[in-house]
């Protein structure tokens, strides 16, 4: 059973930093891409990051520069280091299997940014 745990997020304010850690269960987790996405209140949800196996990344242009993806196959785990928080990063966080949609959604972890 294919499942994400998400974490770290919280309360920052404008210009912190927080990061989000990804515990995948489920599946042979260093064989696949890994992505992070983030919803905000009213908005449609939309992917930020991707890493590859061989560990390639790619990022929207709204946190390029900003945010680092990573990955650790040993932990089964992807991070999200995010620097220099905006207000307009606030929004719920999730990691996904990148190209598996029939995969579950995880409960996703809620950032903030605001003074």
């Known amino acids: 059973q294919v499942q994400f745990l998400e974490s770290g997020g919280g309360l920052v304010q404008p210009g912190g930093s927080l990061k989000l850690s990804c515990q995948a269960s489920?599946?042979?987790?260093?064989?696949?891409?890994m992505s992070w996405h983030r919803q905000a209140p009213g908005k449609e949800r939309e992917s930020v990051a991707f890493?590859?196996?061989?560990?390639?990344?790619n990022y929207a242009h709204s946190v390029q520069g900003r945010f680092t993806i990573s990955r650790d196959n040993a932990r089964n785990t992807v991070y999200l280091q995010m620097n220099n928080l905006r207000p307009e990063d606030t929004a719920v966080y999730y990691c996904?299997?990148?190209?598996?949609?029939?995969?579950?959604w995880g409960q996703g972890t809620q950032v903030t940014v605001s003074s």
């Open positions: 890493i590859d196996p061989s560990a390639a990344t």
């Open positions: 489920g599946y042979a987790f260093s064989n696949y891409a």
């Open positions: 996904r299997r990148s190209h598996w949609p029939g995969d579950p």
